[in-house]
């Protein structure tokens, strides 16, 4: 299995572009988490969706941010416009079912400058 | 909600020295506990888990007990190597009928020869 796939590995923009991050999860999960890691506030869970569904986005920072998952094989976050403080590393992870493991892929580094 | 207190960092070790890192948490119900390990530069990986009171978790070495009476799941290793050098994360899962996990700030582990 190829595991979760995120895309771009890493990203450079300037302060008001959008940035749209985008992840293929696992075949056949059915459970999909986006999450912000920052060395100042830790793992963050921004929103995760269920059969493609968004379940909980109370983690969303504010409106710039923007998560969708058309199909089961797919999901984007969009952040626009960017701001430094969004400068961080996205996982996207994915799990079989509720309270199974969740695999992470290897994350976007974004830099907004 | 749920939380996590989790040993703070970072941890400095000698090749062979045992290793334990504390966990703590408080939940609703009984939910199940994960241990996740992240090598530098890299996405977060299970290193291992424990679904109900008293089960024992364990992988390349690591072992953690689920102790319900004192709600914690310490991390051990008996001999440490220097490829164990990474962030360790816990994290319990919430209970029945959700679907997120609550992570600790995670502790940095440094092995050196």
């Known amino acids: 299995d190829a595991g979760v796939i995120q895309s771009p590995r890493h990203e450079v923009t300037e302060m008001g572009q959008e940035v749209t991050l985008r992840c293929k999860p696992i075949?056949?999960?059915?459970?999909l988490f986006w999450y912000r890691q920052t060395m100042m506030r830790g793992l963050e869970l921004l929103i995760y969706?269920?059969?493609?569904?968004?379940?909980?986005d109370s983690g969303m920072p504010e409106d710039r941010f923007s998560a969708k998952m058309p199909n089961a094989s797919f999901s984007t976050l969009k952040i626009q416009p960017s701001e430094p403080r969004d400068s961080a590393v996205y996982f996207c992870?994915?799990?079989?079912?509720?309270?199974?493991?969740?695999?992470f892929g290897p994350g976007t580094r974004l830099l907004v400058l | 909600g749920n939380s996590v207190t989790q040993m703070e960092g970072p941890v400095t070790l000698s090749e062979e020295a045992f290793l334990t890192i504390n966990c703590t948490y408080t939940?609703?119900?009984?939910?199940?506990l994960f241990w996740y390990v992240q090598y530098p530069g890299e996405g977060l990986q299970l290193l291992l888990k424990?679904?109900?009171?008293?089960d024992k978790g364990s992988n390349k070495g690591f072992e953690a007990t689920y102790r319900k009476e004192t709600t914690s799941f310490h991390l051990e290793k008996g001999s440490v190597q220097v490829s164990d050098s990474a962030v360790y994360f816990c994290?319990?899962?919430?209970?029945?009928?959700?679907?997120?996990?609550?992570f600790g700030k995670g502790t940095k582990l440094s092995v050196i020869p």
């Open positions: 992870a994915s799990a079989l079912r509720k309270q199974e493991t969740q695999y």
């Open positions: 075949s056949g999960h059915n459970s």
């Open positions: 969706f269920n059969n493609n569904v968004p379940i909980d």
């Open positions: 939940a609703t119900g009984y939910p199940s």
């Open positions: 424990a679904t109900k009171a008293d």
């Open positions: 994290a319990p899962h919430s209970g029945a009928g959700s679907y997120q996990l609550t």
